[in-house]
T-cell receptor
């Protein structure tokens, strides 16, 4: 039962443009969400997170938006750079539950 | 000086064998984790240790057992390996649990151990 879904396995954008990575979840109890970035042959790297009490969190070029009613979150990267090319994982957790669910990842390719 | 290290990086073994994967973190973190990335690329949490105490066991078979000799190490022992155990196993650490505010929740991952059971 995949409670966190990333329906786009891949995304390709031009350098300088916006990259939008999407994530949907089914469990309304999730109240904390994270995005990780992963390069080949390396472990995931934490990018940005958001609590369910917020609908937006920004860190430099990265912004995460949360739509609780739609059970949807998205990661915006502006402007996209070739070094952003990686697999991006969305994750969700329930505070106090010590559990974390990951999506299957979206491979982002930023073309120069 | 790698923050989270795992050994070995690759592990090829026969069905039925017992093997261990080691993990060490030099970040002074209180919490360590083991994840399994299956063939569909889903990352699933297996265990986490907080201050040497197991606080999660994500319905993994009891053939898998985490061992934490100290706060900096969380080793994964696997008994009677099966074909379905083939996967990439990631170790991670964080100062505190994932949802803690103040930026403490960042998990630092190791490079992964690619296990192939033949």
């Amino acid at each position: 039962d995949q409670q966190v879904k990333q329906n786009s396995p891949s995304l390709s954008v031009q350098e300088g443009r916006i990259s939008i990575l999407n994530c949907d979840y089914t469990n309304s109890m999730f109240d904390y969400f994270l995005w990780y970035k992963k390069y080949p042959a390396e472990g995931p790297t934490f990018l940005i997170s958001i609590s369910s009490i917020k609908d937006k969190n920004e860190d430099g070029r990265f912004t995460v938006f949360l739509n609780k009613s739609a059970k949807h979150l998205s990661l915006h990267i502006v402007p996209s750079q070739p070094g952003d090319s990686a697999v991006y994982f969305c994750a969700a957790t329930i505070s106090g539950n010590n559990d974390m669910r990951f999506g299957a990842g979206t491979r982002l390719t930023v073309k120069p | 000086d790698t923050a989270v290290s795992q050994t070995p990086k690759y592990l090829v073994t026969q069905m039925g064998n017992d093997k261990s994967i080691k993990c060490e973190q030099n970040l002074g973190h209180d919490t360590m984790y083991w994840y399994k990335q299956d063939s569909k690329k889903f990352l699933k949490i297996m265990f986490s240790y907080n201050n040497k105490e197991l606080i999660i066991n994500e319905t993994v078979p009891n053939r898998f057992s985490p061992k934490s000799p100290d706060k900096a190490h969380l080793n994964l022992h696997i008994n009677s390996l099966e074909l379905g155990d083939s996967a990439v196993y990631f170790c991670a650490s964080s100062q505190d649990l994932p949802w803690t505010s103040g930026g403490q929740e960042t998990q630092y991952f190791g490079p992964g151990t690619r296990l192939l059971v033949l």
